[in-house]
């Protein structure tokens, strides 16, 4: 399934060479910028796709892939997930490995979605910077997704770069503590419908059906505002600095706050950042340039690293 998605992104930019590049570095993306096209960059969110293996590992950095999400939303054989119980106590010998190979292959490390203890064995383990691609802030909305302050604290003081995730319920704190008391109703709507519609021929059938019955529970959920991704801006640059903050979106798939439902919205946070007074240098750090610096450090620790080798030999 990988291998075919990343056949899709080669092939899109392939069909369309006038509009997007594919960039495998810091470099490629500033000329695709400067020639007016979409820079396609490869991640892989989850390390149950390397199988276990270093060497698929490897394959898929030769294909482009530049970062790799540690976990996903349960744990994988060598590294504990936020949404799952613990089963590692963090990273396992295999997955400090795996972090070392994504040093000297010059993949960027992702600590989205990774447990806090993960994270810690990652920041340790790491002579790059790491990258939490789609998290915000515990300190004002308490899901277990985002990173505390002491988190973010040590991420920045390594170079890393926090970047926001706008899902509606990371964002807003009434509405994640609405959604943690309703989770009861939706546990037995879900398994209503796993008996009502069974097996994978009305799987599509079963999800609409969940869908529609929890949008009809009362009382209605609050809704999120979109200000409210500017809000962990502000208190990630107040804990981490302007310079490693930056802006995670997850627009794929995730229920996404009133105000900012697609990409033709995302002026409106530059429009916000300028009224909260952040200088237009902070702004392009925030919109780009701060990922961007990350990915070049982790090239040059690339370089490093294979360097060493050498000298070694």
Not at 5 to 15: E, H, K, M, P, T
Not at 86 to 113: C, K, Y
Not at 168 to 185: G, H, K, T, V
């Amino acid at each position: 399934r990988a291998l075919e998605q990343i056949d899709a992104v080669r092939s899109l930019v392939d069909a369309r060479p006038d509009a997007m590049a594919l960039a495998t570095t810091a470099a490629e993306v500033r000329a695709a910028h400067k020639a007016g096209k979409v820079a396609a960059l490869m991640g892989m969110e989850g390390g149950h796709m390397i199988d276990e293996s270093l060497p698929v590992l490897r394959d898929y950095a030769r294909l482009g892939v530049r970062y790799l999400t540690l976990t996903h939303s349960v744990n994988t054989t060598w590294a504990d997930s936020s949404g799952d119980k613990p089963q590692h106590n963090g990273l396992t010998a295999f997955g400090g490995d795996v972090v070392r190979e994504l040093n000297r292959l010059g993949v960027m490390i992702d600590v989205s979605h990774i447990a806090d203890k993960t994270f810690l064995d990652a920041l340790a383990a790491s002579r790059a910077p790491l990258l939490a691609s789609h998290s915000s802030c515990r300190a004002l909305t308490g899901h277990v997704r985002n990173m505390t302050d002491d988190m973010i604290r040590a991420l920045a003081a390594k170079g890393g770069v926090i970047q926001i995730n706008y899902l509606n319920s990371y964002i807003d704190e009434p509405l994640r503590l609405a959604e943690e008391a309703r989770q009861p109703q939706v546990d037995a709507i879900r398994k209503d419908m796993a008996v009502r519609y069974p097996g994978a021929e009305n799987a599509e059938k079963r999800m609409m059906e969940t869908i529609a019955a929890v949008q009809a529970l009362q009382p209605p959920l609050p809704v999120a505002q979109w200000q409210r991704i500017v809000d962990h801006i502000d208190h990630a640059v107040k804990i981490a600095g302007a310079d490693h903050v930056g802006l995670g979106s997850d627009f794929d798939g995730a229920s996404m706050p009133e105000g900012m439902e697609d990409v033709t919205r995302l002026p409106k946070i530059t429009e916000e950042l300028l009224r909260r007074g952040y200088t237009e240098p902070q702004i392009r750090g925030i919109l780009g340039e701060n990922v961007l610096r990350l990915m070049e450090r982790v090239e040059a620790v690339s370089r490093e690293i294979q360097n060493e080798a050498k000298a070694a030999r």
